[in-house]
């Protein structure tokens, strides 16, 4: 056997015989199955991972499958059903997380019908959660329509073995009607995912190779593998488990034929080995599943055991950087899109008394203030400075101000609000990249960013925050500023996201101003900051406690007892 075969599946002419031999193989022909996986999820996807939020909102079931132990006839499970404030609270969590597609799952329970027809539409007006998958089971037609009319865009129906003997036997029912069901889902305009179960009792390799065969037929929008695990109180329970690296030749093998699918990393995989899901990644996976459902809920939804591993956010992040791709889940907004964004934008005529120009930040003002300290002539750098907002205010206190953004219709309008305010003699405007463009060694007094941070990654703000370390003096300023997660202004899409609240403290280059000191053995166990009419209290015990205080009367009396003790300080 020789990788011909590999090269063949990216053609899509395979046969079955040849997709058997590539689901056996191992060594070296895996490693290069694996290789080209990859190669064919970046060509169509880059590194970017797609992040669900899944909600299982019922461990009712109306079929009684012999490998899965929510069964209609298991008694020994305790059933449970969401309600429509539960489905919605847990949703918002999902939204908060940064989580971009809500799954929403469940046996194949009837009654929840109505609670997600009428949760749908208020996560999608309230929440702005636009991407909503479903995988509920068979349905009727107009059930599906109806699902559809409330906001679902997607479904998930697995086909689960491709053998119509195989599927009667283990899921007492027809495998036709299951396809029709599917049938149904594409006609009504549903993005449609389906699979099958590796290794379950009775199944062939061969059978294996049919599955992945009919996948392609279906020609659907996601596909599964998911490997068989013996579910306890159920026909199967003693049944041993599939073998792992056939489960990941099957990923493999669906990334190659069907190219541009989403493909999960599944949890079971992390059951079967730690680190499991990494391996799926590593096989062409694009997809993993964060489980929000409610921990006293989710230990009685027994899909393949009773101890079966929970995805937590954390641990999807981590796969995702051990295999050196980037979620989709704190995305950071194209480039491209970007530029395009404030192109069109600073298209715009400029209207010198626009609010946009005459807001203010405190952070600037500090800034400026500090930096007019100095007494001397002040140069300024301000990256992303955009249309000169805030370079107009640097030159307007006598700054000398070179001004860098990559949009060229906004340094074209920095220089006609230059002229317009007159400190054209002032204000330098160049276009460019702030991650690519060298600043000379020690040049500036002051570096400002002002909310321009959150378009980049990682690795391009530490090379910002690098270069504007490097371009500053000796005791000179830098300013940075940046949106939070609530910033909306890209139509498709956000900036990086930050956490509420949360400053990020970068090392600066100057010393602190000033620095007084108070009576030797004067250890302090509270820290008190006042910012405009808020106080901050930090308690400092085993167990640190913090107090907010909103009272502008409060925060003046603390000013002043702070006064006063920096007055009788010693320097």
């Known amino acids: 056997m020789t990788v011909k075969i590999i090269e063949k599946l990216k053609t899509g002419k395979i046969n079955k015989s040849e997709i058997t031999q590539l689901l056996k193989a191992r060594g070296n022909l895996q490693k290069e199955l694996f290789k080209q996986a990859r190669k064919v999820r970046q060509r ?20 009684n499958c012999d490998y899965c132990a929510m069964r209609y006839s298991n008694k020994q499970l305790k059933r449970y059903r969401l309600t429509t404030k539960e489905i919605f609270s847990i949703a918002k969590q999902i939204k908060e997380a940064g989580i971009q597609t809500l799954f929403i799952q469940s046996g194949e329970d009837p009654n929840i019908d109505k609670i997600v027809e009428e949760v749908l539409p208020k996560i999608k007006k309230e929440l702005k959660i636009n991407n909503i998958i479903l995988c509920l089971g068979n349905r009727s037609k107009k059930q599906y329509k109806k699902f559809k009319q409330s906001g679902a865009n997607a479904y998930i129906l697995k086909f689960e073995t491709s053998d ?16 029709q069901c599917l049938k149904w889902l594409k006609k009504l305009g549903f993005e449609i995912g389906t699979g099958n179960i590796i290794g379950v009792p009775g199944q062939t390799i061969e059978s294996i190779a049919e599955d992945i065969l009919l996948a392609k037929k279906l020609n659907t929008d996601f596909v599964s593998a998911a490997p068989f695990i013996s579910n306890e109180n159920t ?24 190219k541009d699918v989403l493909i999960p990393t599944v949890s079971a995989l992390e059951k079967i080995k730690k680190g499991g899901q990494l391996f799926g990644f590593n096989a062409g996976a694009n997809v993993i599943t964060v489980n929000f459902t409610p921990p006293r809920y989710r230990k009685k939804y027994l899909i393949y055991s009773k101890s079966r591993f ?81 370079s107009i205010k640097y030159a307007q206190n006598g700054f000398k101000v070179v001004g860098i ?28 990249n702030i991650t690519k463009i060298n600043y000379g060694a020690n040049e500036f007094d002051g570096v400002a960013c002002s909310n321009t941070l959150h378009y980049f990654d990682n690795e391009e703000l530490e090379e910002i925050i690098k270069k504007m370390k490097e371009a500053t003096k000796d005791n000179g300023l830098n300013y940075i500023s940046f949106q939070s997660e609530l910033h909306t202004e890209l139509p498709n899409g956000r900036g990086f996201r930050f956490e509420n609240q949360t400053y990020w403290k970068a090392e600066v280059k100057y010393p602190k101003s000033e620095v007084k000191y108070t009576k030797a053995g004067f250890e302090p166990l509270t820290e008190t900051i006042i910012r405009n009419d808020k106080i901050g209290i930090i308690v400092w015990t085993d167990k640190p406690l913090g107090v907010i205080i909103h009272q502008k009367e409060a925060a003046e009396s603390y ?11 010693k320097s």
């Open 310 to 390: 929970i995805v937590s956010l954390n641990h999807a992040l981590k796969t995702i950087k051990l295999a050196n791709l980037k979620p989709d889940t704190y995305e950071i907004v194209p480039k491209e899109m970007v530029l395009s964004h404030f192109e069109s934008k600073f298209e715009k005529k400029f209207k010198p008394d626009s609010v946009y120009y005459s807001r203010k930040e405190p952070g600037t003002k500090i800034f400026i203030k500090r930096l007019k300290e100095k007494k001397k002539e002040i140069s300024v750098l301000d990256l992303g400075c955009a249309d000169g907002r805030l």
């Open 235 to 258: 026909p199967f329970e003693n049944m041993p488990c599939v073998d792992f690296n056939l489960t990941l030749n099957t990923i493999a093998i669906l990334r190659i034929l069907l």
């Open 559 to 569: 000013d002043k007892f702070f006064q006063l003790m920096w007055g009788t300080a």
């Open 44 to 63: 169509y996807f880059g590194n970017k991972i797609f992040v669900r939020g899944v909600i299982e909102i019922s461990n009712h079931c109306r079929k």
């Open 405 to 432: 953004d990559f949009s060229s219709n906004a340094i074209k309008r920095l220089k006609e609000r230059a002229r317009y305010y007159k400190v054209s003699n002032l204000v330098n405007g160049r276009v460019g």
């Open 164 to 179: 119509s003997k195989l599927f009667q036997k283990i899921r007492h029912e027809p495998l036709k009607q299951r396809l």
